[in-house]
């Protein structure tokens, strides 16, 4: 059973626009969400993260919204550049049962120069 | 940042054979990691989570005694596909964590493609 799904394989954007990256989630009990970004052929590298207490948390261009009622997260990037052309996960955790982090199956994102 | 390393980063071999996969973390003590298993188009699977000196915790499915994991040191932890075959041929990603009183985040290495002829 998935409980966490990025329901888009792929998106393209053009270069200078904003790219917004979606994320649902199933379990209620989760709390803490990542977004972690992988070039081909490396490991996927950490982002941005929100815990619920907050809905929203900003660092530069990259933004993550999280609606908890919604059980829905995305992540806004603004303005889009060629190097954030990547796949996209988003991941979720429960802390208090353990550190067990859920990923969704990623999205594509190509922007376009 | 923090550093996971992994290797090898591709590895063929043929059924039957047994395969190591090595991860480190290289500047800061890991007492968890946490070893992944990817398909494509797929997400990235749990499969079993080592603590340093003791007993991996392995998920529903996953079979122990196929998938041995090691974890000896507070920077090292290994993963032996045993008697390998063809459908065990996947992307195997492994993930480190700190101490986990301050370092929430995980630290992937750069995964390991396994394939099995």
């Known amino acids: 059973d998935q409980q966490v799904k990025q329901n888009s394989p792929s998106l393209s954007v053009q270069e200078g626009r904003i790219s917004i990256l979606n994320c649902d989630y199933t379990n209620s009990m989760f709390d803490y969400f990542l977004w972690y970004k992988k070039y081909p052929a490396e490991g996927p590298t950490f982002l941005i993260s929100i815990s619920s207490i907050k809905d929203k948390n900003e660092d530069g261009r990259f933004t993550v919204f999280l609606n908890k009622s919604a059980k829905h997260l995305s992540l806004h990037i603004v303005p889009s550049q060629p190097g954030d052309s990547a796949v996209y996960f988003c991941?979720?955790?429960?802390?208090?049962?353990?550190?067990?982090?859920?990923f969704g199956t990623g999205t594509s994102l190509t922007v376009i120069p | 940042g923090a550093v996971v390393s992994q290797h090898p980063s591709w590895v063929i071999c043929k059924s039957g054979t047994s395969v190591k996969i090595e991860c480190r973390s290289l500047d800061f003590q890991a007492t968890t990691m946490f070893w992944y298993r990817q398909f494509p188009k797929q997400s990235l699977m749990l499969m079993a989570t080592s603590n340093e000196g003791s007993k991996a915790t392995y998920e529903q499915g996953v079979e122990k005694d196929k998938f041995l994991i090691n974890h000896a040191s507070l920077t090292l932890s290994t993963l032996t596909v045993t008697s390998a075959h063809p459908e065990d041929s996947s992307f195997y990603i492994c993930?480190?964590?700190?101490?986990?009183?301050?370092?929430?985040?995980?630290?992937f290495g750069s995964g390991t493609q396994l394939s099995v002829l």
């Open positions: 991941a979720a955790s429960a802390r208090n049962t353990g550190n067990q982090f859920y």
């Open positions: 993930s480190a964590q700190g101490d986990g009183t301050a370092n929430e985040k995980l630290f």
